[in-house]
């Protein structure tokens, strides 16, 4: 939809996904996720994006889960040029106006790098978990618009006073304020035809969809015209597209790759068709369908990305040789 240049970016693993090999302390799977980071930025991708979950899967041994913002300022302070984010903060996890302040800051830790994806959350289950209450999913998307609103007021003017249907705030005051003004860039993550992508149409600046090109592809058309009914031109909209990659030397090592991540057991096809699987060729190739379809993010998450090197060369595959840039902190 959009014609700006093409941005790669990487997710950071986190845990919740059981990214850590079970060797690994806590405080090693700590270091071993920032240095993912670092290897993002000296390869040349523009992002590095984190989820948001309280816990694990059942694993023995229970995985470490790591906070998605804390774990982003940590980031920020290991890299110099890389843009940080959220793909997604789960809106009922947070206070809409304590979440402002604490998106500020990082704001403001990173040099003005942060992007702020939010979510509806996929684990109502996981929030009751914690004593968090949790309405039905129509109310949690249409509570993600809210929220884009309160972070935009909170960060545009001094005390905040905010009335909504979900989040009331009075004359709270948020400083610092970001560095990026008006603010960070907001994303409204999911494809939901008739309400989440009404609400991009309406509060984002952009949004994050997955599934295979044809998939992808109806989405957007949906979100055009969704665009179109607000008075917006569908081209103003950014789009991400947030796909696994298994990379590999041949085509049988992918396919020994997805039997050793298909958890699920999933038909090899339909596992295959929504992710980026093959040599760093044959995904560059497969992450091309999305690019001509106007995707000018593409969000990979790697499984093995501690144990492989399959980011270094889906990067190189895609974007060229790497132009390593100085980290800021603690040399990688």
């Known amino acids: 939809m959009s014609s700006d240049p093409l941005r790669l970016g990487c997710f950071i693993p986190q845990g919740w996904r059981s990214e850590f090999p079970d060797s690994l302390a806590a405080g090693d799977c700590w270091e071993a996720a920032v240095a993912v980071a670092r290897r993002a930025e000296h390869s040349g991708y523009g992002a590095a994006w984190v989820y948001d979950h309280l816990q694990a899967s059942e694993t023995d041994p229970p995985s470490p889960v790591f906070d998605p913002l804390l774990l982003l300022s940590t980031v920020a302070w290991a890299t110099s040029n890389l843009r940080i984010g959220t793909m997604c903060l789960a809106v009922p996890l947070h206070h809409p106006g304590r979440l402002a302040q604490q998106l500020a800051c990082l704001d403001v830790a990173s040099g003005g790098r942060l992007e702020v994806g939010l979510g509806a959350g996929s684990d109502p289950g996981e929030a009751r978990a914690f004593g968090i209450a949790v309405p039905g999913l129509r109310e949690r998307i249409f509570a993600c618009g809210e929220a884009a609103e309160l972070l935009r007021a909170s960060w545009s003017q001094g005390p905040t006073s905010?009335?909504?249907?979900?989040?009331?705030?009075?004359?709270?005051?948020?400083?610092?304020?970001?560095?990026?003004?008006?603010?960070?860039?907001?994303?409204?993550?999911?494809?939901?035809?008739?309400?989440?992508?009404?609400?991009?149409?309406?509060?984002?600046?952009?949004?994050?969809?997955?599934?295979?090109?044809?998939?992808?592809?109806?989405?957007?058309?949906?979100?055009?015209?969704?665009?179109?009914?607000?008075?917006r031109r569908p081209e103003t909209v950014r789009v991400a597209v947030v796909v696994d990659c298994l990379v590999a030397d041949t085509e049988a090592e992918a396919d020994l790759l997805v039997e050793r991540f298909n958890r699920h057991q999933e038909d090899r096809a339909s596992y295959r068709a929504r992710r980026l699987?093959?040599?760093?060729?044959?995904?560059?190739?497969?992450?091309?369908?999305?690019?001509?379809?106007?995707?000018?993010?593409?969000?990979?998450?790697?499984?093995?990305?501690?144990?492989?090197?399959?980011?270094?060369?889906?990067?190189?595959?895609?974007?060229?040789?790497?132009?390593?840039?100085?980290?800021r902190g603690q040399g990688s």
């Open 162 to 231: 905010f009335e909504g249907r979900y989040t009331v705030v009075e004359d709270a005051l948020i400083y610092p304020k970001p560095v990026q003004r008006p603010g960070p860039p907001i994303w409204i993550a999911g494809g939901g035809e008739r309400l989440t992508l009404w609400q991009v149409a309406r509060h984002a600046d952009g949004c994050s969809l997955f599934g295979p090109p044809a998939r992808v592809a109806r989405k957007l058309e949906i979100l055009a015209s969704h665009c179109r009914e607000a008075g």
């Open 277 to 327: 699987v093959g040599t760093p060729e044959g995904c560059a190739q497969q992450l091309q369908e999305y690019v001509d379809l106007g995707a000018r993010e593409i969000c990979c998450y790697f499984p093995d990305a501690i144990t492989s090197d399959g980011l270094e060369r889906l990067a190189a595959a895609v974007l060229g040789p790497a132009h390593p840039t100085p980290a």
